[in-house]
């Protein structure tokens, strides 16, 4: 089984950067994610959005309810206790980042 490039490179950025608060995964969002205030249109910032609307959308992208390019593909590579988790960061991620 190969593993598409761009969920492998989301793979080792996550890896890459070390952050005490983060749970596993959670920097492999800001590869396409920004910060609040940022937003590009295409892909919607995720920080201080309800964790539980975060992790409803990672579960419908899993099953395939909700069409995706690349993010359906991502979600299958997250079980349920680690996108809560990830969700529950993404939804306070302003308190973790100061000022």
């Known amino acids: 089984m190969t593993i598409p490039w761009p969920l492998a490179a989301?793979?080792?950025l996550a890896a890459a950067a070390p952050a005490a608060a983060q749970p596993s995964g959670a920097a492999s969002c800001s590869g396409c994610h920004g910060p609040a205030g940022a937003e590009t249109g295409l892909v919607p910032p995720l920080?201080?959005?309800p964790a539980a609307e975060i992790a409803a959308a990672m579960a419908a992208f899993r099953?395939?309810?909700r069409p995706a390019?690349?993010?359906d593909r991502i979600a299958k590579g997250f079980t349920d206790e680690?996108?809560?988790a990830i969700?529950?960061?993404l939804a306070n991620e302003r308190d973790h980042a100061g000022p």
């Open 10 to 12: 989301l793979v080792l």
């Open 47 to 49: 920080e201080g959005r």
């Open 63 to 65: 099953s395939g309810e």
């Open 69 to 71: 390019t690349v993010m």
């Open 82 to 84: 680690e996108t809560r």
């Open 87 to 89: 969700a529950e960061w």
